[in-house]
């Protein structure tokens, strides 16, 4: 006879973060929003993730912009492209800490050398 058993997988979706702290009045804050809004699945898909996208309304015309409750920047990018990278950089910074790995030390090689 054979034997079924059942294998349970279960997969943690990684949930990102997004604040955006500004005036909503703000062109310079609605214009973060939006682009935040346009690579959202960009996002998502490069990290199997879930992002969300959140504002608090602050006096402050220039926005401030934190990445899983990490600060990234204050004011526009040049460009999506560029909010692309920082928050990239950010999430990956934040995926090596939680699985502990230190991508710039050397492994050594036989013989001795590293």
Not at 69 to 90: C, H, Q, T, V
Request: with cysteine; hydrophobic share 40%; charged share 30%.
């Amino acid at each position: 006879m054979f034997q079924i058993q059942k294998i349970y997988i279960v997969v943690a979706m990684l949930n990102i973060e997004i604040l955006v702290k500004g005036a909503k009045s703000s062109y310079y804050v609605r214009t973060i929003i939006d682009w935040l809004y346009e690579i959202k699945d960009i996002i998502e898909n490069e990290y199997s993730a879930r992002v969300e996208i959140r504002h608090v309304e602050e006096s402050s015309e220039i926005p401030e912009v934190h990445v899983c409750g990490e600060f990234a920047f204050l004011g526009l990018p040049d460009n999506e492209g560029e909010l692309i990278e920082i928050i990239k950089s950010i999430v990956e910074r934040k995926i090596i800490k939680q699985k502990n790995i230190n991508l710039c030390s050397k492994k050594e090689e036989p013989g001795g050398r590293s």
